[in-house]
């Protein structure tokens, strides 16, 4: 056998048919997982929609009851989103490891928030019991303040991660239709309190008070009584 002929350069053979031209994408198929899109969609029900309408049943409607309704209801939900994000998260090299600034900031947001249902559950069983604030109102508050914004702004740091970052306008979108429909009603509140209070400092308080005793004012005035006059017998002396 003459092998002479088998001697040539030495490259890698180009294949026979290696022309692209005329090839099109006509679809973008995936693999069809809605885990990282359902998980943004239940988050922003949760920060962007119930938990600001929880602030105004109890701040516009004074309704505690509704209020305590809403918070199980947002908290429920925020919970079942975070699960689906930390089944999405598994699913991809970049977030399996759990290291990134949304998720670390997204537990954190979870802590938050449970601790902040519970004192909001103990406030309410101790003003039951008590008609008064309890010590756990202002924890409970600045909680709220905290976790709301912390949680939206997660949401920005989220559609990046999952490259997608031009969801962050509809994001943005939607917080400002929250504050512009809000804003109106927490000035209308701020001016009904202050009418409220001065009202009270006018008249005073109305409606049943706790400690009536505290209040030293009396409409009575007592004088002075003379003792009784010295019972005389009167036979003593015959």
């Known amino acids: 056998m003459d092998l002479t002929k088998a001697v040539g350069a030495g490259s890698v053979p180009s294949p026979a048919v290696a022309d692209s031209a005329g090839v099109k994408q006509t679809q973008d198929k995936t693999d069809h997982d809605f885990s990282a899109p359902l998980h943004a969609c239940i988050m922003i029900l949760s920060f962007v929609g119930l938990m600001p309408i929880g602030i105004l049943i109890l701040r516009v ?21 975070a699960c689906v994000g930390i089944y999405a998260g598994t699913m991809f090299n970049r977030t399996k490891n759990f290291n990134s600034a949304h998720q670390i900031l997204g537990l954190m947001v979870m802590v938050l928030m449970i601790g902040q249902f519970v004192l909001g559950f103990l406030h309410h069983r101790m003003y039951k019991k008590t008609q008064a604030p309890t010590k756990l109102t202002p924890i409970h508050v600045w909680l709220g303040r905290i976790v709301i914004p912390a949680g939206i702004i997660n949401g920005f740091l989220g559609f990046p991660l999952a490259l997608n970052p031009k969801y962050n306008w509809a994001l943005l979108a939607l ?14 509140r701020y001016k009904r309190n202050v009418q409220k209070a001065k009202t009270e400092a006018a008249i005073g308080p109305s409606g049943y008070q706790n400690q009536p005793w505290l209040n030293t004012q009396s409409n009575f005035n007592l004088q002075p009584m003379n003792p009784p006059p010295v019972y005389q017998n009167p036979g003593y002396g015959r």
């Open 61 to 81: 409607m004074d309704s505690p009851k509704w209020h305590g309704i809403n918070q199980v209801l947002s908290v429920v939900v925020a919970l079942i989103g």
């Open 175 to 188: 917080v400002l239709l929250v504050v512009i429909f809000m804003g109106p009603l927490a000035f209308w």
